[in-house]
T-cell receptor, first 108, second 114 residues
Framework: TQLLEQSPQFLSIQEGENLTVYCNSSSVFSSLQWYRQEPGEGPVLLVTVVTGGEVKKLKRLTFQFGDARKDSSLHITAAQPGDTGLYLCAGGNTPLVFGKGTRLSVIA | DAMVIQNPRYQVTQFGKPVTLSCSQTLNHNVMYWYQQKSSQAPKLLFHYYDKDFNNEADTPDNFQSRRPNTSFCFLDIRSPGLGDAAMYLC?????WGQGFKAFFGQGTRLTVV
């Protein structure tokens, strides 16, 4: 099973700040997914990135897939308390296996 | 409408008493997954099915088994639950890996072992 490393593991910021979380691996992936999970719920798929260098935007969230398809980043602009949750990346040529996640807390 | 449905949402079982968790899907996806998620951790893959082809992760305990009688349903059986098996159990479905990949999760079953 290919390993995905996420950083930071925990992040606590004030409302309105920007942040970036990272998902890295030594392996090449055909695609990567980002999910957000709220307490007591299952993860919800935010985006799938497929092409090296690809950038996708979802409102205030910007996702980027590295040129070599080994890493990805998620940037949130002007974070809001509603962005609080566990952000998970998943990918690989094997079935859906997650990184350890980044737990984000946005304080009003 | 919910597309991946897990029942029950909350399950309390006694130590050592077999328990079955269920999952159904309306998406007709080929792939179904079971994950275990403990507090403050990421979901850990236990098994997945590609159609009827069953795949067991190497570190999934023998105490955990699964059945997929048809495309729509998948079950997780815990033969002798221990206190360490208390967790959220997540079911997911997906299209085959590749272009247009889509995955959906159920809301999970929170298992308590007493």
């Amino acid at each position: 099973t290919q390993l995905l490393e996420q950083s930071p593991q925990f992040l606590s910021i004030q409302e309105g700040e920007n942040l970036t979380v990272y998902c890295n691996s030594s392996s090449v992936f055909s695609s990567l997914q980002w999910y957000r999970q709220e307490p007591g719920e299952g993860p919800v798929l935010l985006v799938t990135v497929v092409t090296g260098g690809e950038v996708k935007k979802l409102k205030r969230l910007t996702f980027q897939f590295g040129d070599a398809r080994k890493d990805s980043s998620l940037h949130i602009t002007a974070a809001q308390p509603g962005d609080t949750g566990l952000y998970l990346c998943a990918g690989g040529n094997t079935p859906l296996v997650f990184g350890k996640g980044t737990r984000l807390s946005v304080i009003a | 409408d919910a597309m991946v449905i897990q029942n029950p949402r909350y399950q309390v079982t006694q130590f050592g008493k077999p328990v079955t968790l269920s999952c159904s899907q309306t998406l007709n996806h080929n792939v179904m997954y079971w994950y275990q998620q403990k507090s403050s951790q990421a979901p850990k893959l236990l098994f997945h099915y590609y159609d009827k082809d069953f795949n067991n992760e190497a570190d999934t305990p023998d105490n955990f088994q699964s059945r997929r009688p048809n495309t729509s349903f998948c079950f997780l059986d815990i033969r002798s639950p221990g206190l360490g098996d208390a967790a959220m159990y997540l079911c997911a479905t997906s299209t085959p890996w590749g272009q247009g990949f889509k995955a959906f999760f159920g809301q999970g079953t929170r298992l308590t072992v007493v």
